[in-house]
Each structure stands twice: as C-alpha cells, then as structure tokens.
C-alpha cells in the first residue's frame, strides 16, 4: 500500500514557466512534509519542508502548499530554470508516532526545456 | 560544515558474500537512519539509530541489520546477499524533522 503517491512520473516545463510537482497521501496521521530533489547516482537534495499546521510555505523559487482536507501537496517552481532538472520526490513523516522515518513517493522526474 | 559522508562510493559484491556500509553524519546530528533506492520500489526505510539505539526499523529481512557507535557514526551490514539487493543505500543524518542525505552508495550483486 503507497501512503506516498506522485501519480505523475514525469513533467516538461519551458524555461521561465512555472513547474508545479503533485503528491498525494493516505495516511492522515502524515503531519511533516518535505521536497527533496534528486540527480542520478547522489543523494536526494533537501529542498523545503511544511508542517500540518500551515498550508504555504515559501523559499526563494520554491513554494509548497498543503491541502490537508484533501490530503494533497504541490511544489512550485518559480520561474523554472534548466538546472532544476532532476526527480523531485515528495516525502512525509508522522512526528507524533514516534517512528523516525520518511515515506516517499516515487518521485517526479523534472524536465527544464531551454 | 561537512555533510554526510558514505563509503564506499561503489562496491561489487558476489551472491552470498557479506557487506558493510558506513556513514558518518553531519558533526552534532545524533540521528542516523538508512534507505534503500531500487527503480522498482523507490526510497525505502531500513532502520533509524539514536544514541546507538535502534529506534525504528522497516520492512526489511534479517539479513539487513545496522549498528550506530558513540560517536555517531553508523554502519549498516547486508549478509548472504541476493541479486536483489543491487541498489543505491542512502544513508541521512537528522537534528530534528529535517533529514541530509549522503551521496550513497552504490552496491551491485553479481
């Protein structure tokens, strides 16, 4: 059972455009998110992070919202720029279980056309 | 400030041989926890180590089992390896909510 889904598994976006990255979960007991991005053969890249307790959160180009109603969050990238290219991947953690680990979705492999 | 180091880089292993992987966290990060990224099943949680203790542990067989010393530094040990293993092993340190992953390590089960 996948508590983390990023149904789309790949997404091309012209450069200066806004790319706008989905994920979506089941578990409603998820209450911390965060974006990491990925280039192959290296470790995910932190990005930003969103608590349960707000629905915006913003760095630089990066903003990511929170629907918690809809059990739903999306990344966007503003304006998108050839080195953004790369897997995001959305992952989330229950901070309250006790149970120190990520959940991750499979990821969403980014396409930046100059 | 120096990140999270993996070693090694890259490892050739035969079925039914042992490993073992090292990571050493971020300087201050008591926090250790290791995942397994294969292009079938994604990022998945193996086990997460505080102050030497194993906190947490996924879905994984026996033959996957980790260690954390007293300086922090883990080390995560496959045995009898099957082909199924070969896979990119990410190691993450953590402070709080918020994980810095290594570079990886990249095992290939020949």
């Known amino acids: 059972d996948q508590q983390v889904k990023q149904n789309s598994p790949s997404l091309s976006v012209q450069e200066g455009r806004i790319s706008i990255l989905n994920c979506d979960y089941t578990?409603?007991?998820?209450?911390?998110f965060l974006w990491y991005k990925k280039y192959p053969a290296e470790g995910p890249t932190f990005l930003i992070s969103i608590s349960s307790i707000k629905d915006k959160n913003e760095d630089g180009r990066f903003t990511v919202f929170l629907n918690k109603s809809a059990k739903h969050l999306s990344l966007h990238i503003v304006p998108s720029q050839p080195g953004d290219s790369a897997v995001y991947f959305c992952?989330?953690?229950?901070?309250?279980?006790?149970?120190?680990?990520?959940?991750f979705g499979k990821g969403t492999k980014l396409s930046v056309i100059p | 400030k120096a990140g999270v180091t993996q070693t090694p880089r890259y490892l050739i292993k035969t079925r039914g041989q042992q490993v073992t992987l090292s990571c050493s966290p971020i300087?201050?990060?008591?926090?250790v926890s290791w995942y397994q990224q294969t292009p079938g099943q994604g990022l998945q949680f193996l086990f997460e180590?505080?102050?030497?203790?194993?906190?947490n542990k996924g879905n994984f067989p026996g033959r996957f089992s980790g260690r954390q010393f007293s300086n922090s530094r883990s080390e995560m040990n496959v045995s009898t390896l099957e082909l199924g293993d070969s896979a990119l092993y990410l190691c993450a340190s953590s402070l709080g909510y918020d994980y810095t992953f290594g570079s990886g390590t990249r095992l290939t089960v020949v």
């Open positions: 180590y505080f102050s030497e203790t194993q906190r």
């Open positions: 300087s201050g990060h008591r926090s």
């Open positions: 992952a989330a953690s229950d901070s309250g279980a006790g149970s120190y680990q990520l959940t």
């Open positions: 578990n409603s007991m998820f209450d911390y």
